[in-house]
């Protein structure tokens, strides 16, 4: 099985009974004490309709890849926001792409320039 990661996986090392509720928190960004607390409310109200739902989850999703858990925390909430919101993560990388760029111009420029008071202060320290 190839890993993606930006694919929902079942969460057995977090979850307390078949990875669940560990799955969507971890999928999602959530805190996995919120999702619990929202199934049992959901079962509650819903008069046990979301059983049967977690229970085919459980069986139709994989189980998280063993190599997905030892990431950089970095590098997890990097995916986590590429799976909830794509586009907004490609612009802010472009935006830190064109960001860096400019900062680089901007150095270049400077140093490149005809500037005699920085060619002043270059032979003050000479």
């Known amino acids: 099985m190839s890993e993606s990661r930006t694919r929902f996986y079942l969460d057995k090392r977090n979850g307390k009974f078949l ?3 560990a799955g969507i928190a971890d999928f999602f960004g959530w805190d996995v004490t ?3 607390a929202a199934l049992a409310v ?3 109200m819903g008069g046990g309709a979301l059983i049967p739902a977690y229970f ?3 069986w139709i999703a994989n189980a998280k890849p063993n190599s997905l858990y030892d ?3 970095e590098r997890v909430e990097f995916w986590r926001d590429v799976r909830v919101a794509p586009k907004r993560t490609l612009r802010d990388v ?3 792409f064109r ?3 400019r900062r680089l111009r901007d150095l270049e420029y400077h ?3 005809e500037s005699r008071q920085l060619a002043d202060e270059i032979e003050k320290l000479r």
């Open 71 to 73: 990431e950089a925390p």
């Open 42 to 44: 959901g079962i509650v």
């Open 56 to 58: 085919v989850v459980a």
């Open 94 to 96: 472009n935006a830190q």
């Open 19 to 21: 990875g669940v509720c």
């Open 111 to 113: 140093l490149t320039s």
């Open 99 to 101: 960001d860096a760029d």
């Open 34 to 36: 919120l999702v619990r």
